[in-house]
Each structure stands twice: as C-alpha cells, then as structure tokens.
C-alpha cells in the first residue's frame, strides 16, 4: 500500500504542478513576448512483482516552453525592417505635408511676386506699382526662410530621436546582460530552463531590434549582440556603450559613437541599418539632405538669375542695377580632425548646373580627390587641388597646404533658402529700365530698322558715354562708326564673328551686333548714308524693357541644366516628396503586414489559448480529484486493516 500511496502522491504533484503552470499561462496571456508553457511528465517505470511489472507513478522531468527559433528570428528581423520603414515614412511626411499645403508652399508667392512685377510693367514709374513688386519679394524671402527653418527643426529633431534611440539601445544592452547572467545561475542551480527568463530576453531582442539592426549568438552561456559592422554590444554579461557624437564636419549633426576601453569611435552612418535609428539616417541622408538643398537650389537658382538680369538694367537714379536679392555662398566645414592649415573655399560660376548633393574634397597625401556624396561618385582625383569647375562649383585652397588624411564637406546649396533676403530697399533702385536707347535717323530713306536694344553683363556708362552713330555705307554692306576703342561681334544664326576696333563691320539683316556690352539688331534694307543711334538713357523713368525681360524669368527653363522654370522645380521638388512619401507608406503597410502574419504564426504555435488552457484546466482538475480519491482508498484500506486488529 506504501507504494500505491507513493503513486498517488506523485499524481497530486503532476495535476498540482499543471494546474500551476496552466494558470500561469492564463495569468499571462497578455504578456508580451510570454510563450506558453506545457509541463512534461515520465513514467517512474515498474516494479516486477511476480506478476507483471506495476508502475511506480509519475514525475514531472520539466516545465518547457512553446518556442519557435526560426519563427522568432524571422519575427525579429521583421520588427526591425518595419520599424526601419515607419520611422522613415514618418519622418518625410512632415516634409510632405509642409509642401503640400499650398498656404505654406512657394507656388502661391512666386506667383505673386511676378504678378507684382507684370503690375510694373504696365506701370515702370508708380511708386505704388514698385511697392508691391518689392512687398511680393519680400513674401517670397520670407517664404524660403520659414520653410527653411521647418527644415532645420525637422533636422533638430532627427537629432533629439537618434539620441532617444542610442539610450533605448543601452538600457536595452544592459537588461539582456543582467537577464544573461540570471538565466546562467537558474540553469546552473538545477538545469531547469527558466522560461519567464528565457521570453523576457528574446522580447528584448525584438526590442532591441526595433532600435537598430542586430546580430545575435545564441551560446550555452547567453547571448551575444552585436552591432554596426559587427561591433559587440553585449557578450554574456559584458555591456559595451553606444553614445551621440557630433559629425567631425557638421557640429549639428548627430551620429553614432562606440565607446571601447575608454574611447569613442564614430561608426560609419551606413553601417546602423535597419530599425528606428536606420529609418532616421536613411531620412537624413537621402530625403532630408538633398530636399533641403533643393530648397537651396531653387533660391540659389532664383537669386542668381534674377541678379543677373537685374543688373542689366537702370534706376530711377540712372545707375546701373544691382544685385536684387541676397544669394548664399556655399557652405565649407573642414573636418575637426585635419591637421593641416589649408583654407577650401567654394563659390558658384553655374547655377543652371547645380545639384542637390554635398561633396566631400580630401587629400591623402599625394592626390587630392573630390567625391559627389549623393552617389559616391568620383569628381576628381589628381596630384594638384582642383581648378575646374564641378557640377557648376568652383574650389579655392588658400592660406596653407593639406595634410595627408584632410578633408571638407562642401555643401552648395544647404544655406540658399535660409539666406535668401531682399536686398533692395528704396523703390528707385529697382531697375525697371534699360541703360540704352536707340532710334533710327527720320531722314533715313532706307527701310532699315534698329531694336531697341539691350546689355550684357561687359556694359559699363562708358560705352555710350558718347552717342554712338552707326553709318550704312552700301557700297561695302559696311556699318562704320563703332567707338574707336572697342571690337564688335556680330552674330549670325548662331555665329559669332569679332572684327577689330575701327574695322568696318559687314551687315546682315537681323544679326545681333554687340560692342562693349551694348546689344542691338538691324533689319531691313537701308539706304547709302541711313545712320542709327545708340546713345544713354538719360530719362528711363517710363522704360519698362528690364522689367519686362525680368518678368520673362519665371517661365524661362534656366534651372537644372535648362529643364525646368522657377515654378516647375518647385512643383518637381514637391512631386518628388510626395511620391517618395507614398512610396515608404506603401512599404510600411507591407512590411507591417507581414510581421503581423508573422507575429500570428508564432502566436498561433506560442500563445497562450484560453480555450485549450480551460480544457487543460479541466483535465488537471480531475486528474488531482482522481489522484486524491487513490489516497482516500488507501486511507481507507489502512482503516480496514487497523480495524482487523
């Protein structure tokens, strides 16, 4: 009878032990990362009793857990892909919705602002005319500057999310390494799994890798995580820090640091893939970036071109135009690691040539090298600094040489918008006007015709200081009369001819006849001795000619290579926005879907069932109530025999 009390005893344990582990299942079905836990039992074998071999009851050998290693890795990589998608997707659709907003885009000011100047042309001397065109440009600088600024914040707050990560990351790192060193002492006191343990680090994991991509080795001792380029994170129960540093050629500009006995290395942005702090480098560097220089680009693109035309043109003062609006110079950051003393400088030959990339310009110590960061492509690479002109920018080195490992960021277009202003203040500098004026002679008796007439960028006061008096001489097809100092080119269907000063210059109806910055066509037949005049605009004050030519600009294609207007890089930047926005949010839905299918996989196999864990329940139950009817039996039987003597 001892042993049948032996065998109920080890029942009661078994149904105890389930009915335990059933209702820490159900206590923790809304656990995350808890996996079901099922308890195992053997047979304690047999005893041969002459007839037979009869059992000796059961035992409990362990408690284990439902898991999945390959489901959980796949869920693992799939948190940190989407988590990569989401936080990216969120990111530009801040961008995407400030460039959408029409009350907040530059489409309605640009408008605007040449709607102020057509307004001018129609009016070149009301001051009431001058003053909306200058109010419409300073719409517009304050336009560009305030989407600037949206953009810095964005930036600043990319910056504030990397370092939010980086401390997620480390309290992560710590939790497994504390969880590493309980599970080794648990398996180590008994052997037994402890499965609580056992979850709570491989959540963290999942956790971990919705911070950044990681790289986990399951050993007997724990587990080893690794990061970047396989830089360990954690090793048993060994932690290794990540910090934020500041970039050695942006101090605004947050990356990534491994802290190893004591010194910090920066990790290569490239390398921190995947997760939320992969999202924010990839926004950065591929959205953010060159979206910001575009912005720039376009100011930059508005600014020079305007300039250009606007110094072609005249006061109300009679002077010559100047520069209209403010335009930035390129932005130069030498790495805080050089050791060398040169000076880099940058400055813009060709707008219409610009990109949106940054470029990198390094010395290894023989050659000098100039990279376009947007695609690593090669610029330049020689044994002296870079003279010629690259993607419309041109490089000086000044003030000392480089050492061998220098380098600098060259960022073109960056500060274009923030630093785009009016520069015109008085209403009478606005040059309306050209700084010429030209008329055929009335006793002319030829049908000779002169234009109007324009400048270019040579034109000074002093080429119609003096009148100048053109004289057709048709027995030689010649115009005289030139000013004595100065060649004269004339083009013909896109040929540019130069004749010497002083030289009869042949005429061909329609060429463009050009002379110390002064433009003029003739046409027509004129007679022997008809005389055309070119002399200064002494009374511009009704002239709206450079007016006119300015308000041309905003239809003329003079940005990006000659493919696009002000208004259609704008609409181009805010398209690209909008479809690389559409882009991630699509991917984000599917990658999102896909860990959810994945994450029901591994449900469906670990989770916890209320409906199987009542059925358990319920078994447990009776197999306990059956255990103690065996002891009451056996209670029973010891009564009888007591009672027999």
Avoid: C, W
């Amino acid at each position: 009878m001892a042993n049948i009390l032996s065998i109920a005893n080890s029942a009661l344990a078994a149904a105890q032990a389930g009915l335990a582990t059933t209702g820490h299942n159900i206590a923790n079905q809304k656990t995350p990362g808890y996996s079901r836990q099922l308890v195992i039992q053997a047979s304690l074998g047999g005893q041969n009793l002459g007839g037979g071999y009869i059992g000796s009851g059961t035992t409990v050998e362990t408690v284990r857990r439902v898991y999945n290693d390959f489901i959980a890795t796949q869920v693992v990589a799939a948190q940190g892909s989407a988590s990569q998608l989401q936080s990216y997707a969120d990111q530009i659709s801040k961008i995407n919705n400030m460039m959408a907003d029409s009350s907040t885009g530059l489409t309605p000011v640009i408008q605007d602002f040449f709607k102020g100047i057509q307004d001018l042309v129609a009016n070149p001397g009301s001051a009431a005319s001058r003053q909306a065109m200058l109010s419409g440009a300073e719409s517009l600088a304050a336009r560009f500057q305030t989407m600037d600024g949206q953009f810095r914040s964005i930036r600043e707050g990319v910056n504030t999310e990397i370092t939010a990560s980086v401390t997620n990351i480390n309290a992560y790192a710590k939790q497994i390494s504390q969880l590493n060193n309980a599970i080794a002492k648990a398996q180590n006191s008994d052997g037994q799994p402890p499965n609580d343990l056992l979850d709570q680090r491989d959540f963290l994991i999942g956790e971990l890798a919705k911070e950044t991509k990681v790289t986990v080795n399951k050993q007997s001792n724990g587990y080893s995580v690794f990061v970047g380029n396989g830089q360990p994170l954690v090793v048993g129960t060994t932690t290794y820090e990540l910090t934020t540093v500041a970039s050695s050629t942006d101090l605004g500009r947050l990356e990534v640091g491994y802290i190893t006995n004591g010194t910090t290395v920066t990790l290569p942005e490239n390398s921190m893939t995947g997760g939320k702090l992969g999202g924010l480098f990839e926004f950065r560097s591929k959205s953010l970036d060159p979206m910001q220089n575009s912005l720039g680009r376009i100011a930059l693109g508005i600014a020079e071109t305007f300039n250009a035309q606007h110094r072609l043109g005249q006061d109300q003062n009679g002077a010559l135009g100047g520069d209209f609006f403010n335009s930035a110079q390129p932005a130069v950051n030498s790495d805080f690691n050089n050791t060398g003393t040169a000076v880099v400088g940058a400055t813009i030959s060709n707008v219409s040539a610009l990109t949106t990339s940054d470029y990198r310009v390094s010395y290894d110590g023989t050659n000098y090298s100039v990279t376009r960061l947007s695609d690593n492509a090669s610029m330049y690479s020689g044994a002296t600094f870079p003279t010629a002109t690259i993607d419309g920018v041109d490089l000086t080195m000044t003030s000392g040489p480089m050492a061998a490992g220098d380098k600098y960021v060259v960022r073109p277009t960056v500060n274009g918008a923030a630093d785009f202003n009016v520069l015109i203040k008085d209403l009478s500098s606005i040059a309306a006007a050209t700084p010429i004026v030209t008329a055929a002679t009335t006793t002319n008796t030829g049908t000779g015709a002169i234009s109007a007439g324009s400048i270019n960028a040579a034109f000074t006061a002093a080429t119609v200081a003096t009148p100048v008096t053109l004289t057709y001489n048709a027995a030689g097809g010649t115009l005289t009369g030139f000013p004595a100092a100065m060649p004269v080119t004339v083009t013909t269907n896109g040929v540019a001819t130069t004749y010497a000063a002083g030289a009869p210059v042949p005429y061909t109806a329609g060429s463009t006849i050009s002379f110390g910055g002064a433009e003029i066509k003739l046409s027509g037949v004129p007679a022997d001795g008809d005389t055309f005049k070119i002399s200064a605009n002494v009374n511009g004050s009704g002239d709206n000619r450079n007016m006119l030519a300015l308000g041309e600009l905003q239809t003329k294609n003079i940005l990006q290579g000659g493919t696009a207007n002000y208004n259609t890089a704008y609409s181009q930047l805010v398209s690209l926005v909008g479809n690389k926005t559409r882009e991630l949010q699509v991917n984000s839905a599917a990658e999102g879907g896909l860990l959810k299918s994945l994450q029901t996989t591994q449900q469906s196999e670990s989770g916890v069932n209320l409906d199987e864990e009542a059925t358990n329940l319920l078994q447990y139950q009776q197999a306990y109530q059956a255990a103690a009817k065996v002891m009451q039996a056996v209670s029973d039987m010891f009564d009888i025999l007591a009672s027999l003597h």
